[in-house]
């Protein structure tokens, strides 16, 4: 990533995804906070036209004004197809938003949240206080370790859901992104059970879509499903998240449950989750999807 | 819109949406061709990651690797919805992607083509030929006229469909974005008749989309409903596009005959046509639209 001071005394953000042969610029303001945590490099930067801005390792992690799209994403379309998700574990998801969009469902009695990063969560609390908001919820349970040595150790059959919201798989999310990893969520979730997790772009990172989906497989899950989203932050503004089932698939959305959610949202809604579902056919062809 | 070389020697295209706060890159191999034609700056770049990128007045037209979604998404989700579109107007499309999807469908029996620009087409066949592969199929009619003009000498209910793929309501596509042109297009469509136009982005151009709504109602149509899809080289990734039926509305999906459609699409299907249907409930509560 680099900021730039244009000719006109603009300053710009740039992400480039070299590989990709793309990038994404946002203008700003100024930098509001940077540093070096136990882990990874994190910048919080002031946007002209998408608010707060935080950055790990050079990469957008989530921007004030595009993030609901991604956590309500992550969190309502899993949790409405599981029957009775009552516990809950997030790996990653250290700004906190996907643990808020879990804690609006009234059924979730327990949620556990691993980050490795102390450092995420406080810069959350400070620049992105809305996400934090339901941080205090007794349900909630903020743990800062090491997610995969984590659920090494967690008990079988404790979870219904699990939902890995990590960065990308290089750096501090790589090992979320393989088999033994998925393994032993398959070994944590109880009966029926269903993890979901974020898998980039449709367009940009089909290799990574098919081997995190035949790691899935490999590793115990007897079904997968990707589902779309648009992310105007992350590269090709075009994302996917993916469930995997150690169950009978995918079939159990609760749509009246999820038509009288007791909690408003901005993107999602029955409608849209199975438009989610819907991926189109070049990706259908790739995966091997069949359409729900 | 800029080019620029960096340290690495990489070359960059950039084209920055100032109002919109951001910007977007793709790497460039290098300019295959630039002229001024009469009506407005036509460039064409070779990107490493996107194909051919056809950018016209520094805005992005259209990349060979992504155009697919955009133009199955102009043509199949109207000509599905209508009962039985025979003729067809296509007002600007100059670089004939949404003429290829149309003639696709094997009950169009004509389709006439307004575009204003000859010299958009001419490079659409030398740098996007795959796009222009049906441009001498006996029902396609290619005038490169005045869309604005054209629309107002033409017959009254003469048209089935009329797909408005324009520029951005700056420079030649001005006139395509208002009132009095919408009710030239009503009075040319023929009963149960249906319009589609791009109606840029969900999340930076809600302005745009709520005045262009208003101006479809208050022209005579008599509802109108969007649809939204990815499109990673427009700003935010994240595009819509907006259907007015002068008729009693967008009730008649003939899935039946989508599911059977003789030809091959990457993007487009019954359940994605469904799911592009599906607009989130921000953008609902902007509009006043209601899910279908």
């Known amino acids: 990533m ?12 740039t992400e480039r995804a070299d590989e990709a042969g793309m990038g994404l610029q946002l203008r700003i303001r100024g930098k509001l906070h940077e540093e070096q945590s136990d882990y990874q490099r994190i910048e919080i930067y002031d946007t002209e036209a ?6 790990i390792d050079g990469f957008v992690m989530l921007t004030e004004r595009d993030n609901f799209v991604y956590h309500e994403m992550m969190s309502h379309p899993v949790l409405f197809t599981h029957p009775n998700p009552r516990r809950v574990v997030i790996i990653g998801g250290g700004d906190c938003g996907t ?3 879990v804690l609006r469902h009234p059924g979730v009695e327990e949620v556990v949240q691993v ?44 979870a219904d859901v699990i ?14 992104f393989n088999r033994a990893f998925y393994a032993q969520c398959c070994r944590v979730l109880d009966e029926g059970g269903l993890l979901v997790q974020q898998s980039e772009s449709p367009l940009l990172h089909m290799d990574l879509i098919q081997s995190m989906r035949q790691a899935m497989i490999d590793s115990g899950f007897t079904a997968c499903h990707s589902l779309q ?42 409608e849209v989750h199975q438009g989610a579902l819907a991926m189109p056919p070049f990706f259908l062809r790739a995966t091997g999807q069949k359409p729900l």
Chains 1, 2 share one sequence.
Not at 130 to 148: K, M, S, T
């Open 50 to 55: 998408f608010g707060h801005l935080m950055v």
């Open 229 to 270: 989203f648009p992310l105007p932050t992350y590269p090709s503004g075009w994302w996917s998240a993916t469930m995997a089932s150690k169950g009978e698939g995918f079939e159990g959305f609760r749509e009246a449950d999820a038509a009288a959610r007791p909690f408003q949202t901005r993107y999602y809604s029955v």
């Open 99 to 101: 643990l808020r969009e």
């Open 163 to 176: 939902i890995v919201d990590s960065t990308d798989p290089v750096g501090p999310g790589e090992g979320l």
């Open 2 to 13: 680099t900021v730039e001071v244009k000719r006109d005394d603009s300053q710009w953000f």
């Open 115 to 158: 980050d490795i990063d102390e450092r995420v969560t406080r810069l959350s609390e400070q620049y992105f206080p809305e996400l934090c908001e339901a941080n205090d919820d007794p349900r909630a349970r903020l743990l800062f370790d090491d997610g995969v040595a984590w659920m090494g150790n967690a008990a079988d059959a404790s």
